[in-house]
């Protein structure tokens, strides 16, 4: 599909807009990108339906669009982060100056419920992180990461973004750069503490073959570990370890915070674990661990 097609006014407004989203918002370069398609794309309706450009718009040809959306089966999440995209774009054209009132005012998004991540037992986490044929170099790299991710709960970006210089394994910790530039300190955890320290004196090098980084984890080509190799790592072992379930990048992350939740770790810590700066992000892992519960007791209560 040809990319939607912007003058130079409306490119210029974007550059500006995504810088304010990186620097005022802390958002993520993936969410970045997901607004910037969604006004590109209203852009383009509004040139070719309404004769009109975004300086122009009126609360009723937002309704508009936002109808002929839904008349195309777009889903409430993609409706509200739509909706999210232009709030935020019009909030910044109203301090810059560039209007005088906001049309997205009034304009309300799909209401969208808080659906329970996927997430696995601890018996199948156990089977994925024996997956990694250890015997090979390729082997450790890839447990070293499974474990430090599990034990850590970090996102799969922070994983493979990890320096050499984030990682104190005498302290056993690491610290991690996550959303919007916020350090924080992780601990490690013995295990994958000894995973690492064998996969920094062991594989790793064997892996550079005499090249430097200061990446912590690399490939064979003395790179740094994308976020989509390591997905597809993941999945790899998943299937060898006889998983079945449906898995997301996150999946071991979610694991690390009902696992800790189930052992009777306290919200707040789990919260400053995971980075969260809202604790409702973190309160839906109360939801899981009530419903794993619920499934304890029907299972193994005499009357459940």
């Given at each position: 599909?040809?990319?939607?097609?912007?003058?130079?006014?409306?490119?210029?407004?974007?550059?500006?807009?995504?810088?304010?989203?990186?620097?005022?918002?802390?958002?993520?370069?993936?969410?970045?990108?997901?607004?910037?398609?969604?006004?590109?794309?209203?852009?383009?309706?509004?040139?070719?339906?309404?004769?009109?450009?975004?300086l122009d718009v009126q609360a009723g040809d937002i309704e508009a669009y936002l109808l002929l959306k839904l008349q195309q089966k777009a889903s409430n999440?993609?409706?509200?982060?739509?909706?999210?995209?232009?709030?935020?774009?019009?909030?910044?054209?109203?301090?810059?100056?560039?209007?005088?009132?906001?049309?997205?005012?009034?304009?309300?998004?799909?209401?969208?419920?808080?659906?329970?991540?996927?997430?696995?037992?601890?018996?199948?986490?156990?089977?994925?992180?024996?997956?990694?044929?250890?015997?090979?170099?390729?082997?450790?790299?890839?447990?070293?990461?499974?474990?430090?991710?599990?034990?850590?709960?970090?996102?799969?970006?922070?994983?493979?973004?990890?320096?050499?210089?984030?990682?104190?394994?005498?302290?056993?910790?690491?610290?991690?750069?996550?959303?919007?530039?916020?350090?924080?300190?992780?601990?490690?955890?013995?295990?994958?503490?000894?995973?690492?320290?064998?996969?920094?004196?062991?594989?790793?090098?064997?892996?550079?073959?005499?090249?430097?980084?200061?990446?912590?984890?690399?490939?064979?080509?003395?790179?740094?570990?994308?976020?989509?190799?390591?997905?597809?790592?993941?999945?790899?072992?998943?299937?060898?370890?006889?998983?079945?379930?449906?898995?997301?990048?996150?999946?071991?992350?979610?694991?690390?915070?009902?696992?800790?939740?189930?052992?009777?770790?306290?919200?707040?810590?789990?919260?400053?674990?995971?980075?969260?700066?809202?604790?409702?992000?973190?309160?839906?892992?109360?939801?899981?661990?009530?419903?794993?519960?619920?499934?304890?007791?029907?299972?193994?209560?005499?009357?459940?």
């Amino acid at each position: 599909m040809e990319p939607p097609r912007l003058d130079a006014i409306e490119r210029e407004l974007i550059r500006l807009f995504q810088d304010c989203l990186w620097i005022e918002e802390g958002l993520s370069t993936n969410t970045q990108k997901a607004y910037v398609s969604d006004l590109e794309l209203f852009a383009v309706w509004l040139s070719a339906q309404r004769g009109k450009n975004w300086l122009d718009v009126q609360a009723g040809d937002i309704e508009a669009y936002l109808l002929l959306k839904l008349q195309q089966k777009a889903s409430n999440r993609s409706s509200a982060r739509l909706v999210s995209s232009l709030r935020k774009f019009y909030g910044w054209l109203l301090r810059e100056g560039k209007l005088e009132y906001d049309p997205t005012l009034g304009i309300d998004a799909p209401q969208l419920g808080k659906p329970l991540p996927h997430t696995l037992t601890e018996s199948e986490v156990g089977n994925l992180l024996l997956a990694p044929d250890v015997g090979d170099r390729l082997g450790q790299r890839d447990r070293a990461m499974l474990e430090l991710l599990y034990a850590t709960g970090l996102r799969v970006t922070e994983l493979v973004s990890l320096r050499l210089n984030q990682v104190g394994l005498r302290q056993g910790v690491v610290r991690v750069i996550g959303k919007g530039g916020k350090d924080r300190l992780v601990p490690i955890g013995e295990e994958a503490a000894s995973w690492l320290e064998t996969y920094l004196g062991d594989a790793r090098p064997v892996i550079l073959a005499g090249r430097l980084s200061e990446d912590l984890f690399v490939t064979e080509r003395g790179s740094s570990m994308t976020r989509q190799a390591f997905w597809h790592i993941i999945k790899r072992y998943a299937l060898k370890a006889g998983i079945r379930k449906h898995l997301s990048p996150h999946t071991l992350r979610h694991a690390f915070a009902t696992h800790l939740l189930n052992h009777g770790a306290d919200l707040r810590v789990v919260q400053l674990l995971l980075g969260h700066s809202d604790l409702s992000s973190t309160q839906i892992y109360t939801h899981i661990a009530r419903e794993r519960l619920k499934e304890l007791h029907a299972r193994c209560h005499p009357r459940g």
